[in-house]
Every structure is written in C-alpha cells, then in structure tokens.
C-alpha cells in the first residue's frame, strides 16, 4: 500500500479532501524542520558580545546637561522680566481694542443691494473687502440689480454664500 493510497484512507475518515491532507502535512513537515532548525542553532553555543555604549552615555549626558542649563537661563530671564502675555500680543497688533465700537447685528432686508457702500456689504457674511468691491463693480456695470438672484453672477458668490447673504439684502432701484 502506497503513501498516496494512505492519503485517500485517511481522507475519508477525517472528512477532508485530499488537498486539505496535503496541506496539513506540508504544514506538519514544515513545523517540524524548523523545530529541528532551531534546536541545532541552540545547541551551539551563543555568541554575545560586550557593547561599550560609554560614548553614548557620555553624549546623553552632555546634552541633558546642556539642556538643563538653557531651562535654568529661561527660568532666570522669567524670574528678572515677567511677561504679561496678554498685553506682549495686543502691542503686536496695531488695533486698538479698548475703544472698539462693536458693529450692530444686521437685520434682514436691511440692505439696499442697489444702493450699499462697499463698509455695508463687508458686514455681510462671507463678504470681504474683495467681493464687496466686486459686488458695486457689477452693479454700475450693469446699472444695477434687478433682482438678487443676479447677485450669484459676481465673481465670489456662489449658492451657499447667497443663501447665506440673501434675507439681509432688498432691491430699490437706484434709477
């Protein structure tokens, strides 16, 4: 009786095919030259070797003590000259916040979009300094807006931002 014939028999009365046999045995064979792989490295002796990682101590220590030193400066600059974050960032800015008058929300149909100055459409929102100049460029360009839907043919409006704008905005005629 033959290996292959063993194969068949022994497939039939586990339930698996011949090719889930040969594929468990492959497997079987496979685990056990590795098995035996390994138990011949092992049996040779290891060989370690000493690593000298003084350099690298010394570096590490050299930068920590580095680092140390440039904390201890910082915190002594700190301790001579407090900052006042608050007051460092507004001299940056060359607003001034105090006086700052907050514009009113606007309202809906409050602007005439035939008739706005270029600081009333800014205050709309999405609308720049670049749009809102685009905006009274198409206006005289066309002698005004005869319906707001002619809004979205200026360049920087599109669907969302005019749905946004559009319950601010009315149309009279400038002519």
Known sequence: MGAFAVFKKLSKKIG???TEIKVLLFLAISFLAGFVIKIVND???PEYKNFDYSEQD???NFYTKKAEKNLEIEKEKKEKNP??????????????????EIAAPLLEKSVNINAADKESLKRLPGIGEKT?????DYRSKTGGFKTLDELMEVKGIGTAKFNKIKKFLYIESSF
């Open 16 to 18: 698996f095919t011949e």
């Open 43 to 45: 049996s040779s002796s």
């Open 58 to 60: 010394s570096l590490f």
């Open 83 to 100: 900052v006042d974050y608050k007051q460092e960032v507004l001299d940056f800015n060359p607003q001034n916040f105090e006086n700052k």
């Open 132 to 136: 809102a100049q685009n905006i009274i």
